[in-house]
Nanobody, 121 residues
């Protein structure tokens, strides 16, 4: 059974960089089959796909965030990290990490529990 757990600060100041790590257990992140994904849900809004990185290390990003987002894996391949630069209050959301078989929300089969991030001074 795959388990994913998000970690990182719950409060970030405007203009700073939001950094969240997802620790993965129950999967080696080396099979070449999956997309390790970040999704968020802002208050009162639906789920928003942010980006993903494959087992092979290829990263894909939402066009609306491409100038501010990076996703990378650690060398041990047991976690992956989201960085979102120059945050504003509009980036306040619950952030989820997930595993998917492709780049759509419908392709996600395992989710982390989510972590609240608030952008405020």
């Amino acid at each position: 059974q795959v388990q994913l757990q998000e970690s990182g600060p719950g409060l970030v100041k405007p203009s700073q960089t939001l950094s969240l790590t997802c620790t993965v257990s129950g999967d080696s992140m080396t099979t070449g089959l999956y997309y390790w994904t970040w999704v968020r849900q802002a208050p009162g809004k639906g789920l928003e796909w942010l980006g993903a990185i494959t087992d092979a290390g290829s990263a894909y990003y939402s066009p609306s965030l491409k100038s501010r987002i990076s996703i990378f894996r650690d060398t041990s391949r047991t976690s992956f990290t989201l960085q979102l630069r120059s945050v504003t209050p509009e980036d306040t959301a619950v952030y989820f990490c997930a595993r998917g078989s492709a780049l759509q929300l419908d392709d996600i089969d395992f989710w982390g529990q989510g972590t609240q991030v608030t952008v405020s001074s």
